[in-house]
């Protein structure tokens, strides 16, 4: 449980790591992402569940995005293997349900497959533009972004308060097993019957811990706006450009059957 821990921990402070770097695609404008990110998500589901040759498509933003960020790929698909089984619970009745036949480059395939693996796209894009945005976005400028969108700052400080309790919870989550595995030596995980004990200590605790954490950021001038980020992000004709691109060849890709032309093309 301890290296289990352990690897949340890493994994966190990695897209930490990802999201404070000095490069090309962190110092884009955080509004422009955050509405290309959006638009790129409302248009991937907006897809039939038969048009898979449409959503494969859809593959060229993140694609894109990971390259122009230099973010590894693979260790992108590794750490979102999580949501996948989630994903396959949703869909996995299609094909006993869905007994349509459709052709798809000139075979009889029944619909409900194409129907799951429409739906497993769907979510590994959405989930993989997601991760793009954060991993090259510091959450402040998330946060900095959905004010400028004049989201309720209600939401925005339980976004960022949230977003804080996460690090405080796998922390104490992680103290507290150590010193229950200190105490039971050899055990393999935590007694059923310690559970309720420990859910209320960890509760207590992380509480005490987030009521620290927020004093500290009023301390430092924490007002629930981040209108100090003003000087610093401010929006480039670079940035309205890339906004510009994207958002037309999202269009495009929606609007254009182009996996279908180039077959077409390939054939020919």
Known sequence: MTDKISSAMY??????????RDQWMNNKHPLVKLIITVFYIAVTVSFDKYDLPGLFAMFVYPLA?????????????????????????????????????????GFAVRGGSISMITLILK????????????????????????????????????????????FLLINEVGRISQAYALRAPGQKGINIKAWGPLVGQLLLRTIDRGTLVYESMLLRGYSGNYDYLRERDIIKLSDLGYLAFWTALILIMRLVPVITLIGQVWNF
């Open 11 to 20: 994994d966190l402070h990695h897209i930490n790591a990802l999201a404070s």
């Open 123 to 166: 979510c590994i894009f959405t989930v993989l533009a997601a991760y793009l945005l954060v991993a090259t976005t510091p959450l402040e400028r998330i946060c900095y972004a959905l004010q400028m969108l004049h989201v309720p700052e209600i939401m925005i400080t339980q976004i960022m308060l949230m977003y804080r309790y996460i």
């Open 65 to 105: 995005g990971f390259i122009l960020s230099e973010i590894s790929f693979a260790d992108t698909l590794k750490r979102i293997r999580l949501v996948l089984p989630f994903v396959l619970l949703l869909g996995i009745l299609n094909p006993f349900l869905d007994r349509h036949v459709i052709m798809l480059g």
